[in-house]
């Protein structure tokens, strides 16, 4: 007796034939991927990078003395990627050093250490990192009204005096070095306010000095571009009032009504950033018009940010965890600035990835991953990176083992 088949039916074929669209579609969307991830290869040459501690990759560990070491040079610090402490105030990767991988480079070296080997020998030919976890302003400028940074008196016309000296070492001239750059400069700013609010300043005076922070990094941006620099991307403030560093300073005095239902961070904390961010990208539409030949890219760390707060769950948060730190010696927040995260009164959380922040003030790789992801897809910058303002640079990319 013959078997025979079953007649496929009208409604199989049309389950098939659905399956087999869906793979094509992911085959061809993963080689597209592929495609724009292989045409970033090569976008730019080298990374220079300015700003606080949002930003540095070893310059303040390096600064300090061995027996006074920043939280960042201390354990848990640096467990999630690089498996130690490296100067980074994180448990891993920064935005930085994200960008430097997107585009196929090498982590972004801090220039302490290195700044007598120059580029001679490729030590800095791939990037330079001037950032410190310090201010904009100088430092004499808080000291004077009685504020004090307790990391280091690095300022943001520190890490400029720093980046002209090593332009003087370029052994065939600094044009052609900047012009396939890419010159991160910030975050910087925050320090400015936080040390200052952390020291019982009171939300006016914190506020008038913006104007001044703003300027300042204006200035700066004007002078990188007098120097050669082309290609700029400047972020701006984070939402401070989902902090835990903050939600724990003013706990005691905040009502209800001073937090956002919906997120239950500070909602005049938020306010202040909002109005830093506005003031910073007026400057840089000033600096703009003043210099159309050069790619100015505001990077909107706020609202990049703020998406962990309104919806943590999409993003792979622990909901009851998103206003609370990782690492740190307990209450509501748990954060305690007389146990900070590094001491040996503090414990971290068995999975960084489901907070959003690490250390009270310092977010997660997690988070700093999802934030440089933002401004690769051009959601959050006034120009895409790779799509608009790529230089054209035909060599092959060298592929960076980290």
């Given at each position: 007796?013959?078997?025979?088949?079953?007649?496929?039916?009208?409604?199989?074929?049309?389950?098939?034939?659905?399956?087999?669209?869906?793979?094509?579609?992911?085959?061809?969307?993963?080689?597209?991927?592929?495609?724009?991830?292989?045409?970033?290869?090569?976008?730019?040459?080298?990374?220079?990078?300015?700003?606080?501690?949002?930003?540095?990759?070893?310059?303040?560990?390096?600064?300090?003395?061995?027996?006074?070491?920043?939280?960042?040079?201390?354990?848990?610090?640096?467990?999630?990627?690089?498996?130690?402490?490296?100067?980074?105030?994180?448990?891993?990767?920064?935005?930085?050093?994200?960008?430097?991988?997107?585009?196929?480079?090498?982590?972004?070296?801090?220039?302490?250490?290195?700044?007598?080997?120059?580029?001679?020998?490729?030590?800095?030919?791939?990037?330079?990192?001037?950032?410190?976890?310090?201010?904009?302003?100088?430092?004499?400028?808080?000291?004077?009204?009685?504020?004090?940074?307790?990391?280091?008196?690095?300022?943001?016309?520190?890490?400029?005096?720093?980046?002209?000296?090593?332009?003087?070492?370029?052994?065939?001239?600094?044009?052609?070095?900047?012009?396939?750059?890419?010159?991160?400069?910030?975050?910087?700013?925050?320090?400015?306010?936080?040390?200052?609010?952390?020291?019982?300043?009171?939300?006016?005076?914190?506020?008038?000095?913006?104007?001044?922070?703003?300027?300042?990094?204006?200035?700066?941006?004007?002078?990188?571009?007098?120097?050669?620099?082309?290609?700029?991307?400047?972020?701006?403030?984070?939402?401070?009032?989902?902090?835990?560093?903050?939600?724990?300073?003013?706990?005691?005095?905040?009502?209800?009504?001073?937090?956002?239902?919906?997120?239950?961070?500070?909602?005049?904390?938020?306010?202040?950033?909002?109005?830093?961010?506005?003031?910073?990208?007026?400057?840089?539409?000033?600096?703009?018009?003043?210099?159309?030949?050069?790619?100015?890219?505001?990077?909107?760390?706020?609202?990049?940010?703020?998406?962990?707060?309104?919806?943590?769950?999409?993003?792979?948060?622990?909901?009851?965890?998103?206003?609370?730190?990782?690492?740190?010696?307990?209450?509501?927040?748990?954060?305690?600035?007389?146990?900070?995260?590094?001491?040996?009164?503090?414990t971290c959380c068995d999975d960084p990835s489901l907070f959003a922040s690490w250390d009270g003030i310092h977010f997660t790789e997690a988070a700093y991953r999802l934030i440089a992801e933002s401004l690769f897809d051009g959601t959050y910058t006034t120009l895409q990176m790779t799509s608009i303002i790529c230089p054209s640079i035909s060599r092959h990319a060298h592929v960076y083992e980290y």
């Open positions: 007796m013959r078997v025979e088949a079953a007649p496929f039916s009208a409604t199989k074929m049309a389950v098939a034939y659905a399956v087999i669209s869906i793979l094509l579609a992911q085959s061809l969307s993963l080689s597209a991927a592929a495609a724009i991830r292989e045409s970033e290869f090569g976008c730019y040459e080298s990374i220079i990078s300015f700003g606080d501690s949002l930003a540095d990759t070893g310059n303040v560990l390096l600064l300090s003395p061995s027996d006074k070491k920043p939280h960042g040079g201390l354990p848990p610090y640096g467990r999630t990627f690089f498996h130690r402490p490296t100067g980074r105030f994180s448990d891993g990767r920064l935005v930085i050093d994200f960008i430097a991988q997107r585009f196929g480079l090498p982590f972004v070296p801090p220039y302490i250490g290195g700044e007598n080997g120059e580029l001679h020998g490729g030590g800095f030919s791939k990037g330079v990192n001037f950032a410190v976890a310090g201010a904009a302003l100088d430092y004499e400028f808080y000291e004077k009204l009685g504020f004090h940074n307790p990391h280091t008196n690095v300022s943001l016309g520190t890490q400029l005096d720093w980046f002209k000296r090593f332009l003087s070492t370029i052994p065939d001239g600094s044009k052609k070095y900047l012009e396939r750059s890419l010159v991160v400069v910030g975050e910087i700013g925050g320090n400015d306010y936080n040390h200052p609010l952390e020291q019982g300043a009171t939300y006016e005076v914190v506020k008038s000095f913006v104007p001044p922070v703003v300027d300042y990094i204006g200035s700066t941006i004007q002078e990188l571009i007098k120097l050669g620099v082309t290609t700029m991307l400047v972020p701006g403030n984070l939402p401070i009032g989902c902090l835990p560093v903050h939600l724990t300073q003013f706990k005691k005095s905040s009502t209800v009504k001073d937090h956002d239902p919906k997120t239950g961070c500070l909602n005049w904390l938020n306010k202040f950033a909002r109005y830093h961010n506005k003031l910073l990208k007026k400057e840089l539409n000033r600096i703009q018009e003043l210099h159309p030949q050069v790619d100015i890219i505001y990077a909107d760390y706020y609202n990049a940010a703020m998406r962990f707060y309104l919806s943590p769950d999409e993003f792979g948060f622990d909901k009851k965890g998103i206003l609370r730190a990782c690492c740190g010696a307990g209450g509501p927040y748990n954060y305690n600035a007389s146990a900070e995260c590094g001491f040996s009164t503090a």
